[in-house]
Nanobody, 118 residues
Framework: QVQLVESGGDLVQPGGSLRLACAASGSIFSFNGMGWYRQAPGKQRELVARMTSGGNTYYADSVKDRFTISRDNAKNTVYLQMNSLKPEDTAVYYC????????????WGQGTQVTVSS
């Protein structure tokens, strides 16, 4: 069973930066893609950024030009670099990996809290 473990969440001031990391227990290339979702209190979980195994990326409009998803294949780790953070970025951030084999199979980390506040 693949495990995804996030780290890097913290309290940061508006305008600050954080880097989240998601370490997979196996090869990240066992997934068709990996990404980051977030869920703020009272809101639905939303996709923030995604990278396919081929390297194609997607970003939500709200984070374009501020967040960057990347990966380190040797470390089986996916990162989310978050710059120019805003209070509305406050949420629990979840790492996701998915596999497509007839159906879509999703794997989730436990989440890491990001709080943007002065």
């Amino acid at each position: 069973q693949v495990q995804l473990v996030e780290s890097g969440g913290d309290l940061v001031q508006p305008g600050g930066s954080l880097r989240l990391a998601c370490a997979a227990s196996g090869s990240i290339f066992s997934f068709n893609g990996m990404g980051w979702y977030r869920q703020a209190p009272g809101k639905q979980r939303e996709l923030v950024a995604r990278m396919t195994s081929g390297g194609n990326t997607y970003y939500a409009d709200s984070v374009k030009d501020r967040f960057t998803i990347s990966r380190d294949n040797a470390k089986n780790t996916v990162y989310l670099q978050m710059n120019s953070l805003k209070p509305e970025d406050t949420a629990v951030y979840y790492c996701n990996g998915y596999r497509l084999s007839g159906s879509r199979y999703d794997y989730w980390g436990q989440g890491t809290q990001v709080t943007v506040s002065s």
